[in-house]
């Protein structure tokens, strides 16, 4: 199973259940406090080309998808920072 794993007190803890097209959106939000103007437009235009993609596999909506990855993108962030 791929996830993001978080431990704690040596017992892994998986957040949540993604595969590579998320990783892969995630570390680009991430990223994206340091990218310029260009970059982020560039950076846009990939995830939302990513998100139809992964919604040919699902029923999801494309704007689902993109809030799904930044709230994943700010969590793991967060939880990182702790």
Do not use: H
């Not at 957040?15 to 560039?42: C, G, R, S, V």
């Amino acid at each position: 199973m791929n996830g993001i794993i978080r431990y704690t007190n040596n017992n892994a803890k998986t957040l949540f259940n993604i595969d590579e097209i998320d990783k892969q959106a995630i570390a680009i939000l991430a990223n994206a406090p340091l990218m310029t103007e260009k970059e982020m437009k560039i950076a846009t235009n990939r995830l939302k080309i990513m998100a139809k993609k992964k919604k040919i596999r699902g029923r999801r909506n494309i704007g689902d998808i993109l809030d799904d990855w930044a709230y994943k993108a700010y969590t793991t962030t967060m939880e990182s920072i702790q």
